[in-house]
């Protein structure tokens, strides 16, 4: 009889499962729900919120959705999320069994995501310097802690534990009063140093900083511990893996060559390469290196660049169209036809001399950084030439951060183009082979996501 390996992503605005086959690594069941979890009405300004109670909801019914038969014989679960975040609950009553075989969230903070703004470069300078070679933040989860500590001391005082939304789903599963954490989302936090795989206590606790939060860590590829009950007819005691960052494991499932690049947009956007064995970080952070170096496997690393400006660049201009219309009296029911028609201008447009700047969000290396439009003339207003220079200006900005010289130098011959926002639009690749080609080939794939890259990291390393 066959045996699966579920992989679950919980992402930023949907939660994927897939179940793979155990020995083949062939994905045999897949489903993806949105989550809707956003809470639209945050008490302060810049920030970025989850329902956590939500996205648990849609977990379940996402796990629900695959074949009963084959949830029977899983004997392993991979679990990797969106990193950065923070959520926080309490260590003995953070999750409720008692309607069935799965659980509901109890006693648990909203997510504060990673998109969460209110960490300012005046809130960021303040803070003591890490020992570690990656910067802080605004939206990192030992940052969010020190605004928290700050303007609102009284919300940390309700909870006991705190890590990233998919430890709190592994340590849900497996029953456990503390958070493991992996170097991974460990290192997405900041104050993490990844030589010795070990917090800042000294750095933290000199700055009153409660360091009884933070996680337990543990290797990445190592299993967290057993689910404590049946799990939607998953038996008890199937072994969950410690949660995964959701970028290393979508570039797990496709990087199969150190001559490879992975080019992913989603939400947000990363070009990265994996760094040659041997590799060692700087000692000290580099706030204005559009590069970062994060924690992979087995002690080796990619260099990244990590934009925050992707897909939400795109969808943030859906959005203000959608709002234009609605103003003139025209109602939109359905906004991905917005997606449609636009992509399709953006093709029939093949060439423009628009220029959009689409840093909405400024970048980390840059966080002070706008969006702009330039070289406009009265020729090239048209939906065509701005669809297709927001395309353009997307990849323009990671070549920036990530130029092709640095890919060259490190033997890059193939970029995998992948991520929901690069396989649903033809004008996004046409530009990414447009910023590549010649050099580097380019070929995408629509298969690889997070979700089975944590399920195919469980079957070779657990």
């Known amino acids: 009889m066959s045996k699966y390996v579920l992989g679950l992503d919980v992402g930023t605005t949907s939660i994927k499962a897939v179940l793979i086959e155990h020995g083949s690594k062939r994905v045999v069941a897949q489903h993806s729900v949105e989550t809707t979890s956003d809470i639209d009405d945050c008490k302060e300004l810049q920030a970025k919120e989850q329902d956590t109670g939500q996205i648990i909801r849609t977990l379940n019914e996402c796990i629900a959705f695959l074949p009963r038969d084959k949830r029977q014989n899983v004997v392993g679960i991979g679990v990797s999320g969106q990193m950065h975040g923070v959520v926080f609950w309490k260590a003995k009553s953070a999750c409720d069994w008692s309607t069935g075989d799965f659980f509901t969230a109890k006693d648990s903070s909203q997510l504060i995501t990673w998109q969460d703004g209110r960490c300012g470069t005046d809130f960021l300078s303040s803070l003591p310097k890490p020992r570690s070679h990656l910067s802080v933040a605004t939206g990192f989860g030992c940052a969010t802690i020190f605004w928290y500590m700050k303007h609102r001391a009284e919300f940390l005082a309700d909870f006991t534990v705190a890590g990233t939304i998919q430890d709190y789903v592994v340590s849900m599963l497996c029953g456990l009063e503390t958070c493991v954490m992996t170097a991974q989302n460990a290192a997405s936090w900041g104050y993490f140093n990844t030589a010795t795989s070990q917090w800042n206590v000294d750095i933290l606790k000199s700055a009153g900083f409660p360091v009884h939060l933070l996680p337990?860590?543990?290797?990445?590829?190592?299993?967290?511990?057993?689910?404590?009950?049946?799990?939607?007819?998953?038996?008890?005691?199937?072994?969950?893996?410690?949660?995964?960052?959701?970028?290393?494991?979508?570039?797990?499932?496709?990087?199969?060559?150190?001559?490879?690049?992975?080019?992913?947009?989603?939400?947000?956007?990363?070009?990265?390469?994996?760094?040659?064995?041997?590799?060692?970080?700087?000692?000290?952070?580099?706030?204005?290196?559009?590069?970062?170096?994060?924690?992979?496997?087995?002690?080796?690393?990619?260099?990244?660049?990590?934009?925050?400006?992707?897909?939400?660049?795109?969808?943030?201009?859906?959005?203000?169209?959608?709002?234009?219309?609605?103003?003139?009296?025209?109602?939109?029911?359905?906004?991905?036809?917005?997606?449609?028609?636009?992509?399709?201008?953006?093709?029939?447009?093949?060439?423009?001399?628009?220029?959009?700047?689409?840093?909405?969000?400024?970048?980390?290396?840059?966080?002070?950084?706008?969006?702009?439009?330039?070289?406009?003339?009265?020729?090239?207003?048209?939906?065509?030439?701005?669809?297709?220079?927001?395309?353009?200006?997307?990849?323009?900005?990671?070549?920036s951060m990530m130029p092709a010289a640095s890919l060259r130098q490190a033997g890059v011959k193939r970029v995998i183009g992948t991520g929901s926002a690069l396989c649903r639009n033809e004008a996004l690749r046409q530009e990414a082979e447009r910023t590549f080609c010649p050099q580097h080939a380019v070929e995408y794939s629509e298969h690889v996501d997070s979700a089975a890259g944590v399920a195919m990291v469980f079957c070779d390393r657990v």
């Open 216 to 399: 337990q860590c543990v290797a990445s590829g190592c299993v967290a511990g057993g689910t404590c009950r049946a799990w939607h007819g998953i038996p008890a005691l199937t072994p969950v893996g410690a949660a995964l960052g959701d970028f290393q494991c979508s570039v797990y499932s496709c990087m199969t060559a150190p001559t490879d690049a992975v080019l992913n947009i989603s939400t947000s956007a990363q070009l990265t390469y994996a760094m040659p064995g041997g590799f060692k970080p700087p000692d000290v952070p580099q706030p204005m290196s559009s590069v970062s170096h994060v924690p992979y496997f087995d002690g080796s690393y990619l260099a990244v660049a990590a934009s925050l400006n992707g897909g939400n660049a795109m969808a943030t201009f859906v959005g203000m169209l959608g709002a234009w219309m609605n103003e003139l009296g025209v109602e939109i029911s359905d906004p991905s036809g917005l997606y449609e028609k636009l992509i399709c201008r953006a093709l029939s447009q093949e060439n423009t001399d628009l220029t959009v700047r689409p840093t909405l969000l400024g970048e980390r290396h840059e966080p002070r950084a706008l969006g702009a439009v330039l070289d406009i003339s009265a020729a090239n207003l048209s939906l065509g030439h701005v669809t297709r220079a927001l395309c353009r200006g997307i990849l323009d900005n990671l070549a």
